[in-house]
C-alpha cells in the first residue's frame, strides 16, 4: 500500500501548534507551580518524530504527550482537582495568545515521570523518541533496555485486545452519529503502540520497533507480509484525519476508525501468538 505524503507547509504549521501546545503547558506549569518546584519537562510521541506520510500524525486525534517531575509539593498540588482545572485553562489561553489562528487545537496527554517510573516493566523512552523541553536530559533507554521487552509487549497486545473486543462495544452502542468519536478517545493510546508491539513478536529488533513512525511501521510489517495489519493499522489514522476535515461531525468516519481498531487486533492475534510460542520455544 502506498501512503500519501503529508504536505510541507501543513506539516509545519501542525508540527508547530504541536510544539506549541507543550511550551504552553511548561509555561503554565512554571506560572503556577512555587518556584524551583518544576524539576523537568520532555514531550514525546508522534508530534516529535519524523513525518513520512499522513497517518504519522493526525491533528486532534494524535497526542502530544508532556511528562514532567515536579517537587512532591507541587505535585500534590497538582492532583487536586482546582490546580488541574487551572492548569488546563492557563495553558489553553497561553496556546491561543500564541496561535489565534491555529488550524487544530493539539491534544495535550500529561504524565507525571514519578508515577510511570513505579509501574512495573516501566520502560524510558529511546533518544530518537524525547525532546527536553526543561530541566536536565532525559535519561532516555538503551538498546540493551529494550533487549527483553518481548513478552511484556505480547501481554500488553493481548490485554488491549481483550479491551477491544470486550470494551469496546460497550463504549460505542450508546454514542451514534458524532458521539462515536468520543469512544475513540479511548483507544487511540492503544492503537499506536500495537504497532510496534506486533513487530517485536514477528522477530524485529525490539529497540528499532519502538523507534519507528507508524509510516516505518506499515512498511515493516508489510515487509513480513502482514499486509492485513498494515493496512488496518494505517486505516485508523486515515479514517482519523477523515475526521478531523469534518471537525469530528462525520460518524462515517469514526465506524471506519473503530472497525480499523478491531480488524488490527483480531488479525494481529495470530501474530502475538506465534512471538509467545517462538519465545516459548
Request: negative net charge.
Amino acid at each position: 500500500m502506498k501512503l500519501a505524503p503529508i504536505d510541507t507547509a501543513l506539516a509545519n504549521q501542525l508540527r508547530a501548534e504541536a510544539h506549541g501546545m507543550s511550551k504552553a503547558y511548561l509555561d503554565a506549569l512554571l506560572l503556577l507551580c512555587p518556584p524551583d518546584s518544576v524539576v523537568g519537562v520532555y514531550v514525546k510521541g508522534s508530534a516529535y518524530r519524523p513525518w513520512d506520510s499522513v497517518i504519522d500524525y493526525v491533528p486532534e486525534l494524535s497526542d502530544v504527550d508532556i511528562h514532567v517531575r515536579l517537587a512532591p509539593a507541587a505535585s500534590a498540588q497538582l492532583r487536586t482537582l482546582p490546580s488541574a482545572l487551572d492548569l488546563a485553562e492557563a495553558a489553553l489561553s497561553i496556546f491561543r495568545d500564541a496561535f489565534p489562528q491555529a488550524m487544530h487545537t493539539p491534544r495535550p496527554q500529561l504524565f507525571f515521570l514519578d508515577d510511570l517510573e513505579k509501574k512495573p516493566g516501566y520502560l524510558a523512552s529511546p533518544r530518537e523518541c524525547v525532546h527536553t523541553l526543561f530541566g536536565p536530559e532525559y535519561k532516555c533507554a538503551t538498546r540493551r533496555d529494550y533487549a527483553d521487552c518481548r513478552s511484556a509487549d505480547a501481554d500488553r497486545f493481548a490485554a488491549d485486545a481483550r479491551f477491544i473486543s470486550t470494551d469496546l462495544p460497550g463504549k460505542v452502542i450508546d454514542r451514534p452519529g458524532r458521539l462515536i468519536w468520543h469512544a475513540i478517545s479511548t483507544i487511540t493510546w492503544r492503537v499506536a503502540p500495537a504497532g510496534p508491539r506486533l513487530l517485536t513478536q514477528l522477530g524485529s529488533d525490539t529497540y528499532d520497533a519502538w523507534v519507528l513512525n507508524r509510516s516505518g511501521i506499515v512498511d515493516a510489517l508489510l515487509r513480513h507480509g502482514c499486509s492485513a495489519v498494515a493496512e488496518a493499522y494505517a486505516d485508523f489514522y486515515l479514517a482519523g484525519w477523515d475526521g478531523f476535515r469534518s471537525r469530528f461531525e462525520d460518524a462515517t468516519a469514526g465506524r471506519r476508525a473503530v472497525l480499523a481498531a478491531d480488524r488490527l487486533y483480531a488479525e494481529g492475534a495470530a501474530i502475538r501468538v506465534r512471538g509467545v510460542e517462538r519465545m516459548e520455544g
